[in-house]
């Protein structure tokens, strides 16, 4: 169950959301409730070191000493204790990974997040980061006892540049209230993904989040332009600027996006911000092969360019599970495969009249069998819907293997279908949906309970299968600790020997977010 | 003077762009003969360690042995030997600093680059890499007698995956004759600069180029998708995905993009390509104030929202001076400030239609006071060679004191006004332009010959200038040999420390381009 405090942490998240999806804006219409942990004091999962048999690391205990230490720090309201009262934020959403802290502190600066990482170094405390804990691969939640430093208020945003149009802001604001706030001076944040309403932007850069809208504004690699994080030592490293172009010496702020907390925790951040587009269309596609799809997309790209936004695929069977677990229903007839194409823009009767343009295209040449278009916030956030629920409609059925691959386009769909005659009748669901436009996919596929056997049958063949066509078994969800051992399907022996040789200088006694990421010795 | 071989490899390069000049794709019009050596043979700088006097660090001398090694491996007609003959390898494009390397290898495979630096590791031989040799702060050729790894003859384009507009290809690539490549398949490499028809792919990988489309097409931090590098020790580093999203442990490639060829030697890239726009337009247009250029560029940002693919900035000075050295003509009247805002779309009509409501809108208001606009190749050419060949045109005064610096734009141009109020009557011009877009000033100020006086006026005042408002030293020039000691100014101490750390996990024996990027003990 949760405790007090945490619960109304999480209502006030949730009615923040409330707030901001009542409101017009149609770049806000984002369905983030999955992210939300409803059901955790319902249903307490393994802990993760029973499960997977992990053995703790030579880490020291937290003492008497330790908790005066950071209570001086941060007074008797920024630190909560027992094991109990730290459920939510022992256990990731997906409720597939559980760790048994007794202590979160939470920081409001980074010289009280550099005052904690130097204690916990010099008295050898493993700790984990934590963002919103909406990450799906068990990397936001500890392994065992690690001391969990939540970034939860660490929300300011420092200073918005309205010519440059950039955002500088600490690393715990919450995704969709930041775009909120950068909204009034005609911005948007480069990133929109399911979990907005209760990710942080550090969470997101600390795991490279990817999203929807890659295909259109580049990956945070490109778009966060300086990054402050502590070390494990706390010495503070300030790779601040919030200059678009910045060639001064190596750009060390790439090691902390991405390294899922591991190498360093990102406290403060500045971020390249487009203009808020005018105008935003969807189309809603049924298509009945594959290679349908794949044209439609290049036809997409080619004939609405600068304005496509996003361009989503789901299956029939995803589209099923959502449509029966969550009561929801698609605006077209049952089709093998749909697509989500969203446009962009500064001028609404030209995205208009380019999207009718592909449309009588691709529907005239029979490519897309049939459609809808949606301009009105309520229809979008309905079709929006039925993409961005298909996670919370999946969890419904039981437990869900989760997986977040890039492939080829030529194989894209072919592994859903090989997975699905490997499981066979074994499992409930095998399906696919996702990012089509960035080349990557989810394959989900669900059973009543956790089954041991179920996972040995999918991995490691779905990882020998996606390394074999050059895919990465990772696309945007990072390995976090679920998928740290497989790494060698996605990187060279000689990539993971220098990851480890970079952990090793930048965090020499392994405290930060250990069990993560790289894969163990 | 150039050794024949070096002359006809020159040539070959230049009338490659005279060939993709000629023709009519409207993205191919750019100007890159200032990068061509044509009078280093007339006027020979004085070697950069004297000038600088800077002391060899404890590096190897290059023996009968390692030349039998390397003749060996290459044969005998991919290795250069003799001072002389390497005049053009060992003097950079603007003969402000010169080596004195007596052997130039050109390996052809990755294999060979390997074997080279293990080999140079082996017997601490230093080594510069070298692409284009079209870098502005020295970073591209020797200092003292380092071994230089020519890239020119990786020059293979090993694949284009048209689905997803992936172009994968070796480091020696030609910028414009890989954008040629791929314009093929209705693609282009998101990088555009003057020193296009010269550069190499790895080249502006290494220096992480910035150019004139980074306000559209984002950083190469975001553009690029594999590296494939060889370490000094000889091993290879393989981060060589094609996948749009791979978040499988630290993003090592990071490490070799913009590190200037001091960790790793880049032998191969994959990079996203965007479709290549079936319209462009160029607007030229005439201000009166500075204001009125912010002014502009935050009404274009709005109005030509995703179409706006240039925002380019001159001053008087930097156009009297393209106007007088180089014989061209504005197609405008004089004015204090000029701008050139490029568009890029899908759709002609539309983006005409766009552009001129905007035109309409800061002409009617005053806040531009002149304007042209063209669309034809021809047209467009030469409005552009009025920015891209102000760094020529300069070289024509004399000695050129060159500085690429990000600011923010309420101070952007300020600093020339300071800086020409500073110097007073001492120096011949002082003058302002660049990429406006993306804060980018390439402040540039001239004196007939070289003047010990005048850098000291210059430097360090103006980095300190430029740390004051936060802005960043080198924005996309790096800083290569010429700013490696003013890195203080944009970046921290710890930062500092964290590199040199890097520098010796990656390259121990500190052979990569000694004396670059990291500042001297």
């Given at each position: ?5 945490e619960l109304?942490h999480?209502?006030?998240?949730a009615?923040?959301?409330?707030r901001?999806a ?15 942990h409803?059901s955790s004091?319902q249903?307490k999962c393994?802990?993760t070191?029973?499960?997977y ?7 020291g205990?937290v003492?008497?000493?330790n908790i005066?230490f ?14 109990a009262?730290l459920e939510?934020?022992?256990?990731d959403?997906l409720?597939?990974v559980r760790g048994?802290?007794?202590v ?8 009280e ?6 204690h916990?170094?010099?008295h050898r ?12 691969v ?7 006892d690690?001391?969990?430093i939540?970034?939860?208020l660490?929300n ?5 540049d309205?010519?440059a ?7 715990g604001?919450?995704?969709e209230a930041l ?9 948007m ?7 907005k309403?209760?990710c942080?932007i550090?969470?997101?850069a600390?795991?490279n989040?990817?999203g929807?809208r ?7 690699h490109g778009?966060?332009l300086g ?7 706390g ?10 172009k ?11 996006i991405g390294?899922?907390g591991?190498?360093?925790?990102i406290?403060k951040l500045?971020?390249?911000?487009p203009s ?7 189309a ?7 290679d ?6 290049v ?8 304005i ?6 789901i299956?029939?069977?995803?589209l ?6 969550l009561?929801l229903?698609?605006p077209i ?6 697509m ?5 823009g ?5 995205d ?6 592909f ?6 040449s029979?490519t897309v ?6 301009s009105?916030?309520s ?11 298909i996670?919370?409609a999946?969890?419904?059925e039981?437990y ?6 890039s492939?080829?386009l030529t194989?894209f769909?072919?592994?859903v279908e090989d997975m699905?005659e ?6 409930m669901?095998?399906c696919?949906?996702?990012h089509?436009?960035d080349?990557?996919l989810?394959?989900n ?5 956790f ?5 040995n049958?999918i ?7 996606t390394?074999?066509?050059?895919g990465?078994?990772?696309?945007e969800h ?5 998928k740290?051992?497989y790494i060698?399907?996605s990187?060279?022996a000689?990539?993971v020997?220098?990851?480890k040789?970079?952990?090793?200088l930048?965090d020499?006694?392994?405290i ?5 990421v790289?894969?163990?010795?």
């Open positions: 169950m949760f405790g007090g405090k109304r999480v209502l006030t998240l009615s923040q959301w409330t901001v009542s409101g017009s804006a149609p770049n806000t219409l984002r369905w983030n409730s999955p992210f939300i409803t004091c249903r393994e802990l070191s029973k499960r048999q992990v053995e703790r690391g030579k880490y205990q003492s008497e000493e005066k950071f209570t001086d720090l941060l007074g008797p309201h920024r630190i909560i204790l027992g094991e009262e939510g934020h022992n256990t959403w409720e597939t048994a802290s007794s979160l502190l939470k920081p409001k600066t980074t010289e997040v550099s005052s904690i990482l130097s916990c170094n010099q405390l493993a700790v984990c980061p934590q963002g919103g804990n909406t990450g799906l068990g990397g936001s939640v500890p392994v065992f690690e001391v969990i939540s970034m939860n660490m300011k945003v420092e200073n918005v309205t010519w149009g950039v955002v500088t802001c600490q690393s604001c919450v995704l775009d909120q706030h950068v909204a009034e001076y005609g911005l944040v480069p990133l929109d993904l399911g979990a309403g209760s942080h550090g969470g997101n600390s795991t989040a990817g929807l890659l295909l259109r504004y580049g990956s945070l778009s966060i990054v402050e994080a502590v070390l494990a030592s010495e503070v490293v300030d790779c601040m600027t919030a200059m678009k910045d060639n001064t010496g190596y750009d060390l702020k790439h090691l902390f390294s899922e591991t190498l360093g925790v406290t500045a971020i390249n911000c808020r587009p005018q105008a935003v269309n969807l809603f596609l049924g298509l009945n092969t594959y349908d799809v794949l044209k439609t997309f036809a997409a790209k080619k004939q609405l360019g600068e496509l936004s996003s361009c989503e695929f299956d029939r069977s995803s099923e599970c959502v449509e029966k677990n009561n229903k698609a007839s049952s089709h093998e495969y749909y989500l194409i969203e446009t962009s500064s001028n609404g009767t030209h208009e009249e380019k999207l009718n343009n449309l009588e295209n691709v529907l005239g029979g069998s049939d459609g809808t278009v949606a009105e916030p229809r979008m956030l309905h079709i929006w819907a039925l993409r961005e629920r996670a919370e999946l969890t419904r039981g869900t293997y989760k997986y977040d691959i492939l080829p194989h769909y072919k592994m699905r490997h499981l066979g009748p074994t499992v669901r095998c696919g949906y996702g089509i436009g080349g990557n989810h394959l596929i669900t059973t009543h309970e089954e041991k056997d179920v996972l049958k991995e490691p063949a779905l990882y020998e299968w390394s074999k066509v050059n990465s078994i990772s696309a990072g390995l976090g600790f679920k740290r051992n060698h399907y990187k060279s000689g990539a020997t220098l990851m040789q970079m952990k090793k930048l020499p006694n392994g930060l977010n250990p069990y993560k790289l894969p163990d010795d």
